[in-house]
C-alpha cells in the first residue's frame, strides 16, 4: 500500500531564507514522486517530478527535491524564499504511470514573513 | 493548449437544488480525474475515466453524485440534490498515459469550481 506523510502543516519563513518542506512516502512499488504547489483560489501546479531517474530534481521557481531511497523522503527545498512562494505544497505519490494510486498529502501551507 | 477548463468558477445555490459542474480536459488526454477539497478533507479523489469509461468511483460519497464523460473532450460532475456539506471546491483534471517523461500520473488541473450550498 502507499501512503505519503507531510510532516508540517504550516511553515514559516522569512523572506530570503531557505525552504524545507519534508515529505515522506510508503511504496511498495518503486514510486514516482510529484510536487506540486497552489496558490490561493487556483487550481493544482505541478512543482517537479521523480520519475526513477536522477535523484536530485529541479523544479520550477528554483524549488528541488531529493529522492532518498533509503530515507523514504523526498522534501522540498529552495535556497532564498520569495514573497510569491506563499502557497499550499502538495506532496504526491504513485506507482510510476499508474493512474489508478495517485495519493496526496495533507498539504503544507508555506507562509513569507517579510 | 488552454489547459483543463472548468465551469462555473462559482456556484451558489440552494439546499435541494441540482448543481452541474463541467469539465474540458486538454486535447488528446485519455485520463480524467474529478477531485473535491475542502478544509477538513483535504483533497478527495471522487472518479476517474480512461478513454471516457468509468474506471474507479469508489470516491463518490453518495448516490446522489454522478459523473459522465460523453466523449473525450466533456466531463460532468452532478450533485442531485445538493446538501450544505457538499460545499466544497471541485477540480478536475487530466493526463496522458505514456507521455514520455510524463505518465499517466502526471496531472493537469483546471482552477476548480467552488461550490456554495446554502
Known amino acids: 500500500a502507499q501512503s505519503v506523510t507531510q510532516l508540517d502543516s504550516h511553515v514559516s519563513v522569512s523572506e530570503g531564507t531557505p525552504v524545507l518542506l519534508r515529505c515522506n512516502y510508503s511504496?511498495?512499488?518503486?514510486?514516482?514522486l510529484f510536487w506540486y504547489v497552489q496558490h490561493p483560489n487556483k487550481g493544482l501546479q505541478l512543482l517537479l517530478k521523480y520519475t526513477s531517474a536522477a535523484t536530485l530534481v529541479k523544479g520550477i521557481n528554483g524549488f528541488e527535491a531529493e529522492f532518498k531511497k533509503s530515507e523514504t523522503s523526498f522534501h522540498l527545498t529552495k535556497p532564498s524564499a520569495h514573497m510569491s512562494d506563499a502557497a499550499e505544497y502538495f506532496c504526491?505519490?504513485?506507482?510510476?504511470?499508474?493512474?489508478?494510486?495517485?495519493?496526496f498529502g495533507s498539504g503544507t501551507r508555506l507562509s513569507i514573513r517579510p | 493548449d488552454a489547459g483543463v477548463i472548468q465551469s462555473p468558477r462559482h456556484e451558489v445555490t440552494e439546499m435541494g437544488q441540482e448543481v452541474t459542474l463541467r469539465c474540458k480536459p486538454i486535447?488528446?488526454?485519455?485520463?480524467l480525474f474529478w477531485y473535491r477539497q475542502t478544509m477538513m478533507r483535504g483533497l478527495e479523489l471522487l472518479i476517474y475515466?480512461?478513454?471516457?469509461?468509468?474506471?474507479?468511483d469508489s470516491g463518490m460519497p453518495e448516490d446522489r453524485f454522478s459523473a459522465k464523460m460523453p466523449n473525450a473532450s466533456f466531463s460532468t460532475l452532478k450533485i442531485q440534490p445538493s446538501e450544505p456539506r457538499d460545499s466544497a471546491v471541485y477540480f478536475c483534471a487530466s493526463s496522458l498515459y505514456g507521455d514520455r517523461g510524463s505518465g499517466a500520473n502526471v496531472l493537469t488541473f483546471g482552477a476548480g469550481s467552488r461550490l456554495t450550498v446554502l
Open positions: 475515466f480512461n478513454n471516457n469509461v468509468p474506471i474507479d
Open positions: 504526491v505519490v504513485s506507482e510510476y504511470s499508474s493512474a489508478s494510486k495517485i495519493i
Open positions: 486535447s488528446g488526454h485519455d485520463y
Open positions: 511504496s511498495s512499488y518503486s514510486p514516482s
